[in-house]
């Protein structure tokens, strides 16, 4: 057993994953065997991930507010606190918050077994991102 009292420093999501603000606290990523990594995720109002790309697939569970998801050819749905999304392997999608409302989920994913946890696309088009 291992306990962890500290952890890295928050960090803003890149502009390149990401729109809008973003910070990202990893919570575990435990050494090898494990391929586990766990981050909180919090979403300013109308902010989210470009589309991406798992090779595991991902779990998201909320935490607090409302937000969108959208896999690649459905609709966006919104989801919000206790909710848990399962995204298959493999699956482009896209997460956030809704349009005037923060959004906190956690994130867990596994590593494939070159370290690779997600594999990134364009950002979500002013069209895909319901505003309403």
């Given at each position: 057993?291992?306990?962890?009292?500290?952890?890295?420093?928050?960090?803003?999501?890149?502009?390149?994953?990401?729109?809008?603000?973003?910070?990202?606290?990893?919570?575990?990523?435990?050494?090898?065997?494990?391929?586990?990594?766990?981050?909180?995720?919090?979403?300013?109002?109308?902010?989210?991930t470009a589309?991406?790309?798992?090779?595991?697939?991902?779990?998201?569970?909320?935490?607090?507010?409302?937000?969108?998801?959208?896999?690649?050819?459905g609709e966006a749905?919104?989801?919000?606190?206790?909710?848990?999304?399962?995204?298959?392997?493999?699956?482009?999608?896209?997460?956030?918050?809704?349009?005037?409302?923060?959004?906190?989920?956690?994130?867990?994913?596994?590593?494939?077994?070159?370290?690779?946890?997600?594999?990134?696309?364009?950002?979500?088009?002013?069209?895909?991102?319901?505003?309403?």
């Amino acid at each position: 057993m291992h306990i962890t009292r500290t952890r890295p420093e928050s960090q803003a999501g890149p502009a390149a994953n990401f729109t809008g603000v973003v910070w990202l606290d990893e919570i575990a990523a435990p050494p090898p065997p494990s391929r586990l990594r766990m981050f909180n995720v919090r979403f300013a109002p109308g902010a989210h991930t470009a589309w991406h790309r798992h090779p595991h697939g991902q779990v998201l569970h909320v935490l607090e507010g409302e937000g969108l998801v959208q896999r690649k050819g459905g609709e966006a749905e919104t989801i919000r606190a206790g909710d848990t999304i399962w995204i298959e392997p493999d699956e482009w999608h896209w997460h956030g918050a809704a349009p005037r409302t923060f959004m906190t989920h956690l994130a867990v994913v596994e590593a494939a077994d070159d370290g690779t946890t997600t594999h990134w696309d364009a950002h979500v088009g002013a069209d895909e991102y319901p505003v309403a």
